[in-house]
Structure formats: structure tokens, C-alpha cells
Nanobody, 124 residues
Framework: QVQLVESGGGLVQPGGSLRLSCAAS????????MAWYRQAPGKQRDLVAV???????KYEDSVKGRFTISKDNAKNTIYLQMNSLKPEDTAVYYC??????????????????WGQGTQVTVSS
């Protein structure tokens, strides 16, 4: 069982930056695909950024060039650096660990673990 705990959300003005963190309870996380999803009110949960075991990354089109996903295996932690934030980035952001997949940006076909979510609000 892998437990994920997110932190770093908050209120920020448009154009500002935030860094989200996701701490995993087990070192096994380094063998999983890790990702950040977000869910805005009334909308489905969507993939934002994903990082593979080897460090390859993929991003949803609307965040390319603004968001960066990274991981620190020594700290069992992944990060999402978010720059140039826009009001449409407002959502609850969830950390995800996936044991099996066919495409890096594809659906998880194995066991999926989720954090509790952290709220990001972009507003002036």
C-alpha cells in the first residue's frame, strides 16, 4: 500500500507561481508512474503531467511550457512547479501513482493510488 500526501496548494494571483509536493509513504513509488491530475468544480478529473520510472515526462497541452513535473527518489517525493498561473488552472490537484500502463499519458491499467488533493485557486 502506498500513501500519498500532497501539499503546497493555495491562493495565487494570475501570473504567479506555486510548487506542489507529493510525499509517498514507500520507496516503491520510484518504480511507479507518477502523475498529477486536477479536477475543477463540475468537471472530470484530468491528467496534467506525468513522469515515468526513467524520468520521461508528458504534459497536457494547456500547461506545456508553464508546468514542470519532477521527482526526488531520495526523498520519495514528486513535485509540480506551476508558473504563469491562469484562472483556468483553478482546481483540486491530486497526486497519483500507477503500477502499470501502456502509454505514458494513457490510462492506468494497474493499481492506482491517490492523494487527498490540494486546492489551487488562481484569482485576483
Amino acid at each position: 500500500q502506498v500513501q500519498l500526501v500532497e501539499s503546497g496548494g493555495g491562493l495565487v494571483q494570475p501570473g504567479g507561481s506555486l510548487r506542489l509536493s507529493c510525499a509517498a509513504s514507500s520507496t516503491i513509488f520510484r518504480f511507479y508512474r507518477m502523475a498529477w491530475y486536477r479536477q475543477a468544480p463540475g468537471k472530470q478529473r484530468d491528467l496534467v503531467a506525468v513522469i515515468s520510472i526513467t524520468g520521461a515526462t508528458k504534459y497536457e497541452d494547456s500547461v506545456k511550457g508553464r508546468f514542470t513535473i519532477s521527482k526526488d527518489n531520495a526523498k520519495n517525493t514528486i513535485y509540480l512547479q506551476m508558473n504563469s498561473l491562469k484562472p483556468e488552472d483553478t482546481a483540486v490537484y491530486y497526486c497519483n501513482a500507477c503500477t502499470a500502463y501502456t502509454l505514458l499519458q494513457g490510462p492506468c491499467i494497474g493499481q492506482a493510488y491517490w492523494g487527498q488533493g490540494t486546492q489551487v485557486t488562481v484569482s485576483s
